[in-house]
């Protein structure tokens, strides 16, 4: 929003990352109680949240060395759309889909989704950061 108005800050741009962290967490670390019988989606719901939490930390980081990332998939609105949906629709998706299986499966495997593009998304910003910053390391200094 701040963007939007061209009312950014650099304090306000440190609360944007945090709270964003924050509310990422609450809500995959709610999820992950709620999975917690299985390792398996424990693990699934805990690879959603290190991805989540690797785009927003590749894309900090690079920000202080001035490198523009490319748009990339499971930025922070895509998250949000993802994780409201698993959380909205999942439960009533899976009984009427799945009936047979409990803990609703549609929600798991929205996270499954998320965990493996963020994922992916952050290892690939992670390359691009790495050939930007050495690129910019071997050009001669004036």
């Known amino acids: 929003?701040?963007?939007?108005?061209?009312m950014t800050s650099d304090a306000g741009e440190v609360l944007?990352?945090?709270m964003d962290r924050y509310s990422d967490t609450f809500a995959l670390a709610g999820l992950g109680i709620f999975y917690r019988d299985s390792?398996?989606?424990?693990?699934?719901?805990?690879?959603?949240l290190l991805g989540s939490m690797m785009v927003s930390y590749?894309?900090?980081?690079?920000?202080k060395f001035g490198v523009a990332l490319?748009?990339?998939l499971m930025r922070r609105p895509e998250r949000i759309a993802y994780l409201s949906g698993a959380l909205l629709l999942g439960p009533s998706l899976s009984a009427w889909v799945l009936p047979a299986y409990p803990k609703?499966?549609?929600t798991l495997a929205t996270l499954a989704v998320v965990a493996i593009v963020a994922n992916v998304a952050a290892l690939?910003?992670?390359?691009?950061?790495?050939?930007?910053?050495?690129?910019r390391?071997?050009?001669p200094q004036s």
């Open 104 to 106: 609703s499966p549609v």
């Open 39 to 48: 390792v398996t989606s424990l693990t699934i719901v805990l690879l959603a």
């Open 124 to 135: 690939q910003l992670l390359v691009r950061a790495r050939q930007e910053l050495r690129r």
């Open 70 to 72: 490319p748009s990339t």
């Open 16 to 18: 944007d990352s945090v």
């Open 1 to 6: 929003m701040a963007r939007e108005l061209g």
């Open 137 to 139: 390391a071997e050009l």
């Open 58 to 63: 590749v894309r900090a980081k690079t920000d």
